[in-house]
């Protein structure tokens, strides 16, 4: 399982999951659901999370909030009677982030034409006298606008016009496609968010003069795709327990030498929930995190025009037709 609470507003988000490779990115689960999920804290207020999706379980947007000093853990009752606690965690003070930037960068595939990139960077201010155990997430959002009422179907060696439902387009006979009165398009602009593919954690040996410098936490592809518009990236400082830091280390080691002869011995990820009455080995981490969040927006210097994809926006992965809560046009 995965989840966390924070003293950023919710809702929070947990997800209850089978084990899977370390191979695949932070994004791919196989869920699983369970009787019932609770979020406590240590003064005795409590919230049972609701199942938005199987095995994805959130708080009201109202409901729960962490508060630094206060210290919090999660109550699963699955459906065959097991009962799963985690270890309560305090949430932390954490330092400033001061700044997001970016540097192109090229490479040459093997099989391929030169590509070019940004790498993302992060400095933040350290908190003195603090072990400053830290995980850093990345995030970037892209805009993209796609062509449903082009959409063709083929027939045989023909092709005919085949506007998609979800297009403010229909057809008028065979071949003309007219717009439908006051039917909005609900996939021809989308936001698609890249999210990490490992985590990222520092500590006190990052630092430098009371700060960490240059932090390197993702790459944005300059391609046709992403700078259609612009992207909005967010990254995030969150203070870790040592429990919570052993693993999400451990996890970043392992991600990190996967299908490396040279991988380091990492060992067993440790975790922090166990089964209340019983034996049971459980794997995931539910943890408590005082949060700095920064958001910045990026523009490549020239613009790409709109690629010609006749088809819905919502078909790529992480796409959504919502536009975000931080999104500036």
Sequence with gaps: MDGLITDEPGPYTVELTRASSINTDLTFR???????VMIKDNLGNSEILTEVEPGVYKTKRDGIRGIAGREYHIRIELR?????ESVPEKIKSVGKIDSVYYEITAFQPIDGYEEYGYNVFVDAKALAESDNLLRWTFAATFQIKTFPEFHQKHIKEDRFPDPLPCSSYGLLGTFTI?????????C????ITQHEDKPHVSDNEFISNGSFRR???GYIPINPLYFQFQVMVQVRAMSLSRTAFDF???IQSQKEGAGSLFQPPSGKTRTNI????????AQGIFYAAGVNKKIDFVKFQFAFPPAPAYTSCLTYKNSTNIKPEDWKD
Excluded at 274 to 281: I, K, P
């Design 80 to 84: 065959d009677g097991k009962i799963f």
């Design 274 to 281: 166990f089964e209340v009455n019983g034996t049971e080995q």
């Design 178 to 186: 007219v717009p439908i009165p006051d039917k909005p398009c609900d």
């Design 215 to 217: 932090i390197k936490l």
């Design 248 to 250: 999400w280390k451990n």
């Design 30 to 36: 196989k869920f699983v659901s369970a009787k019932s």
């Design 188 to 191: 021809c602009t989308c936001w």
